[in-house]
């Protein structure tokens, strides 16, 4: 596995490490400061106070015990700065404040494009 592979994979681990920590900080210092956002839902956040500040929140609230699991990561260099790294990912644990335990059995795919820098601009 080359060292660029290795980078951007480990840029993926990365978000679903801090997402298992509830480690926030860390979290939002995987993106650029002009990165874009988008969940599963459509919610749309633009820079990485916004993606901090939503991601906070339902640390604190609906996803306080949930785990994020990765699988299958598809990586691709465009360009020899740029890598778009596509997964699947599935997320398990309470899902909400009430404490109703869901795990959201299906996998759904992401997709992380990320700059040498090995910061995230766009998930």
Request: neutral net charge.
């Given at each position: 596995?080359?060292?660029?592979?290795?980078?951007?994979?480990r840029v993926v681990e990365s978000f679903a490490?801090?997402w298992n920590n509830h480690d926030i900080d860390?979290?939002?210092?995987?993106?650029?400061?002009?990165?874009?956002?988008?969940?599963?839902?459509?919610?749309?956040?633009?820079?990485?106070?916004?993606?901090?500040?939503?991601?906070?929140?339902?640390?604190?609230?609906?996803?306080?015990?949930?785990?994020l699991t990765i699988a299958e990561v598809f990586?691709?260099?465009?360009?020899?700065?740029?890598?778009?790294?596509?997964?699947?990912?599935?997320?398990?644990?309470?899902?909400?404040?009430?404490?109703?335990?869901?795990?959201?059995?299906?996998?759904?795919?992401?997709?992380?494009?990320?700059?040498?820098?090995?910061?995230?601009?766009?998930?």
């Amino acid at each position: 596995m080359s060292a660029e592979i290795t980078e951007a994979r480990r840029v993926v681990e990365s978000f679903a490490e801090c997402w298992n920590n509830h480690d926030i900080d860390a979290f939002a210092e995987l993106f650029s400061e002009d990165a874009e956002f988008v969940n599963v839902v459509g919610l749309w956040w633009k820079g990485r106070a916004a993606i901090k500040a939503a991601h906070e929140f339902t640390h604190q609230t609906i996803f306080k015990n949930s785990r994020l699991t990765i699988a299958e990561v598809f990586i691709r260099f465009p360009a020899p700065q740029i890598a778009i790294t596509r997964c699947n990912w599935k997320l398990e644990g309470p899902c909400n404040a009430r404490r109703i335990t869901t795990a959201r059995e299906q996998w759904h795919p992401a997709e992380y494009i990320a700059q040498r820098s090995r910061q995230v601009v766009h998930h």
